[in-house]
């Protein structure tokens, strides 16, 4: 009788029992601590949205769409626009996406189609990975002491020469929008390059393989085979270096120079939206302040929206490209 | 000779065909091209890393002594000094941002990949922790001093630490997610089936043998936030003295450098640099941790 199976559950000795009164409360309380946490993020960017927006109600109500279309920051005769901050944000945004995208798609490619040894691409991810590492900072610092000074002789040559064109028509005499966003696309890279790589990396070897055996060249495979399969998810990786090109701030606050106008001259000061918030809100009166939670909200709305387009993308492509869709 | 031939003629004597290209060809000529416009791009990709590195080594190690990490920050012509009190409330605002997102992220990773991977709370909250990765980290200071700053009435560390536990929060949960996935759906299907509740089985089983990965995704966040600046500008804002209680403001290595390196003086300059190859260092030393503990044990 006691050799029967079923007879050993929940007797003495045995292994296995029946959650007893405590661990069946445990249970609940840890699964409904779970799904609070999980809950906690949705309600996070709920809140951010509502404080924010709440924030910039009064400015919304003064200002109206004016606010997006005007040039003056003046506080004490309270006229704010923004448009130069959302003019320099888009404008050095997508110049570094051009530089940093470009170099990006370059060094995925380097990495994932057999250029270097095993060894020395790990070594050279680990390098592109230590320039995300570097604090934002760290690169306002050292774009003032280094790319400043190392691009003005070409940049004023340029303008001197070339002065007509107006991309050139101002002398750089510091900060300015091209040093921002060269390093800004220093920043944007590793990104971009990151993801690049795990697209390429998702294409089926078999892909590559009969694009070789059909007596196509390395570049030939590369640029016909690999890079078009692959390329949702490099677009999604070009947008999420926009979304966090356009979101970054202090590197652009040190070099940008925070000059409130609209120019094309890559050598003449500018405003992003994130710089004018880092230099304008830490002295801002309330005036001021419910201006900049207004900017702020645009900032907020931009980013959103990239960031969603580039994940839903991303989302997408891997779906494809898996076959699970 | 046409390919039909060739190959007839190499059966014929027995000689396997040519298969490399002529170095003439347009097509192998751009491959070369290519090939060199690609190491171009590369090594150009590596100069700035380098650059930085130089500089910090160079400019920030002809600084390093002991008393930059004693001394409190100088004022205007002063010479000497140092940013003990900003290594000091880095550190604590990088504490109390972990000791938020930790435990929040991992028990959202918990749900995320254990309880409801599938369903809509599941799959809204984790898109929208990944849109929370690309959110500006200014605006994670705008909203804290909305929340936290106006509250309280003053500027704080505790308000600076909450800044940072909302840009470490994707981190910790993304990546803990991942982890937790990795662990073999037999371990979990064994814990079940000898009659544990699903929370036995999550912490008897799933996030011990999960830990090594939880742990890089921590010390990601940790290194993601222990370099920001933007979101402390005006919650923590900044201090010249020694952090004497949490809801005061607090210094931070990297505003101290923001502040410095507008400053026209040699010595503000040179200890901007050396504070910098500082922060770079914290940040490397949680980096290389994340990728220590995150090596698989089997």
């Known amino acids: 009788m006691s050799n029967h199976p079923f007879a050993l559950a929940g007797s003495a000795g045995a292994v296995s029992q029946a959650p007893s009164g405590g661990e069946y409360l445990a249970d609940r309380g840890f699964r409904m601590f779970a799904l609070v946490a999980a809950s906690l993020l949705i309600v996070l960017v709920a809140y951010i949205i509502w404080k924010i927006g709440g924030q910039a109600l009064p400015a919304i109500r003064d200002y109206h769409f004016d606010f997006l279309v005007s040039t003056n920051w003046n506080v004490q005769e309270k006229k704010f626009g923004i448009l130069p901050g959302i003019w320099g944000t888009l404008y050095s945004s997508l110049l570094a996406l051009l530089i940093g995208g470009f170099f990006g798609l370059a060094v995925a490619i380097f990495l994932t189609q057999g250029f270097l040894h095993k060894r020395l691409a790990f070594v050279f991810r680990l390098i592109i990975e230590m320039l995300a590492a570097i604090p934002s900072v760290v690169f306002g610092l050292w774009g ?145 302040v419910e201006a900049l939670m207004y900017a702020a909200l645009v900032l907020l709305a931009i980013t959103l929206l990239v960031n969603i387009a580039g994940i839903g993308l991303l989302t997408l492509t891997q779906r494809r490209i898996s076959g699970k869709a | 000779m046409t390919d039909r031939a060739y190959l007839e003629l190499s059966i014929a004597t027995g000689k396997s065909p040519s298969l490399s290209h002529s170095w003439s060809e347009v097509r192998a000529l751009t491959n070369v091209l290519l090939t060199i416009g690609a190491w171009i791009a590369a090594i150009l990709a590596s100069i700035p890393l380098v650059s930085v590195l130089y500089m910090l080594i160079v400019e920030g190690g002809s600084r390093l002594s002991l008393e930059l990490f004693t001394e409190l920050p100088p004022a205007g012509f002063e010479l000497g000094g140092g940013f003990g009190n900003a290594i000091v409330g880095t550190l604590v605002m990088v504490a109390i941002a972990a000791a938020i997102s930790i435990p929040i992220g991992v028990l959202a990773a918990v749900y995320l990949s254990e309880l409801g991977p599938n369903n809509k709370l599941g799959q809204t909250s984790r898109f929208l922790a990944k849109v929370l990765t690309g959110f500006p980290s200014i605006l994670a200071g705008v909203f804290v001093y909305a929340v ?114 507008s400053m026209p003086f040699e010595n503000q300059i040179q200890l901007a640099w050396a504070a910098s190859l500082v922060l770079v260092l914290i940040v490397l030393v949680f980096n290389v941790l994340s990728r220590l503990l995150g090596r698989p044990k089997y």
């Open chain 2, 148 to 261: 936290v700053v106006l509250a309280m009435g003053t500027y704080s560390a505790i308000a600076g630490g909450i800044a940072l536990s909302i840009l470490m929060l994707p981190t910790v949960v993304l990546t803990s997610e991942e982890a937790l996935k990795m662990v073999p759906r037999k371990m979990k299907d064994a814990a079940l089936g000898i009659g544990c509740t699903r929370t036995q089985m999550i912490w008897k089983v799933v996030l011990p043998t999960a830990l090594p990965g939880i742990l890089t995704g921590v010390m990601l966040g940790v290194a993601r936030v222990s370099g920001e600046s933007a979101p402390l500008l005006f919650t923590a804002l900044f201090s010249n003295y020694w952090l004497n209680s949490l809801s005061e403001p607090a210094a931070s290595l990297s505003i101290l450098i923001y502040n410095f390196s």
């Open chain 1, 144 to 288: 003032i002491f280094i790319v400043i000074p190392a691009i003005r002789p070409a940049a004023n040559w340029l303008n001197e020469h070339l002065g007509f064109i107006p991309f050139f028509g101002t002398s750089l005499s510091g900060p300015g929008l091209l040093p921002a966003a060269i390093v800004l696309a220093i920043m944007v890279l590793p990104t971009v390059a990151a993801i690049s790589q795990d697209a390429l990396n998702s294409v089926p070897y078999r892909t590559k393989e009969a694009a070789y055996g059909m007596g196509a060249t390395r570049w030939e495979v590369i640029l016909k085979v690999m890079v078009p399969t692959a390329a949702g998810g490099i677009f999604s990786a070009t947008v999420l270096g926009f979304g966090r090109a356009l979101g970054e701030t202090m590197a652009l606050a040190m070099l940008i120079g925070n000059s409130n106008q609209v120019t094309l001259s890559l050598f003449a000061p500018a405003e992003t939206l994130a710089a004018l918030l880092a230099s304008h809100f830490p002295e801002a009166g309330p005036a001021e």
